[in-house]
């Protein structure tokens, strides 16, 4: 089944503490890119990457690094985790010639940070 | 540089009656214009597209949309409510083929009351 799959779910944490937030894709596609979801401000773009070894910042990058090592993955990483980071973010991926630009999107990972 | 807006942050309809969900966008080249749909607890679903073909697009569920360039509009109607179309629905516009990022509109909730 074509997808792309986040990991964790849900997610709790500490201020300071580093964590990752793992996004696959099985569809082969070049494009990917993360979001962050909050309420009354629709989806925002925290990073994209074009292909392997190409990612470039968003709207909302403050806070979070990226690495594009593989073409099937896409981590976002939180250094220093902090509660203005508390959001659902999701990741989503599309062909890089698609022509409708049409992205698909992960499950969404809930983050809460203490 | 482009920009969505929803107009009406929550829309409540009965069952069987019209729903009407406007989208607003703001666009300096051609835009693909696009309508996702998200559950409860799930990932974004695209729901219908527009890329400068027909400019009435009919997608999944029974939802249509009609791209008004005079207008800059791209509302989304669906006939008949049903009870399963309670969800959150959010506007995207994004530039030609290629382009970086979708940008997203504010998000109406649509309630349906039986």
């Known amino acids: 089944e074509a997808q792309v799959t986040q990991n964790p779910r849900y997610l709790i944490t500490v201020t300071g503490k580093k964590l990752t937030v793992t996004c696959s894709q099985n569809?082969?596609?070049?494009?990917m890119s993360w979001y962050r979801q909050d309420p009354g401000l629709g989806l925002r773009q925290i990073y994209y990457?074009?292909?392997?070894?190409?990612?470039d910042k968003g709207d909302v990058p403050e806070g979070y690094k990226v690495s594009r090592k593989e073409k099937r993955n896409f981590p976002l990483i939180l250094e220093s985790p902090s509660p203005n980071q508390t959001s659902l973010y999701f990741c989503?991926?599309?062909?890089?010639?698609?022509?409708?630009?049409?992205?698909?999107f992960g499950p969404g990972t809930r983050l809460t940070v203490l | 540089a482009q920009s969505v807006t929803q107009l009406g942050s929550h829309v409540s309809v009965s069952e069987g009656a019209l729903v009407l969900l406007r989208c607003n966008y703001s666009s300096s080249v051609p835009p693909y214009l696009f309508w996702y749909v998200q559950y409860p607890n799930q990932g974004l679903q695209l729901l219908l597209k527009y890329t400068s073909a027909a400019t009435l697009v009919k997608g999944i569920n029974g939802f249509e949309a009609e791209f008004k360039k005079s207008e800059t509009s791209f509302h989304l109607t669906k006939p008949s409510a049903h009870m399963s179309d309670a969800a959150e629905y959010f506007c995207?516009?994004?530039?030609?083929?290629?382009?970086?990022?979708?940008?997203f509109g504010q998000g109406t909730r649509l309630t349906i009351n039986p």
């Open positions: 990457s074009m292909n392997v070894e190409v990612t």
């Open positions: 995207a516009v994004s530039g030609p083929r290629g382009a970086q990022k979708l940008v």
């Open positions: 569809m082969n596609h070049e494009y």
């Open positions: 989503a991926s599309r062909l890089a010639s698609s022509g409708g630009n049409e992205q698909f």
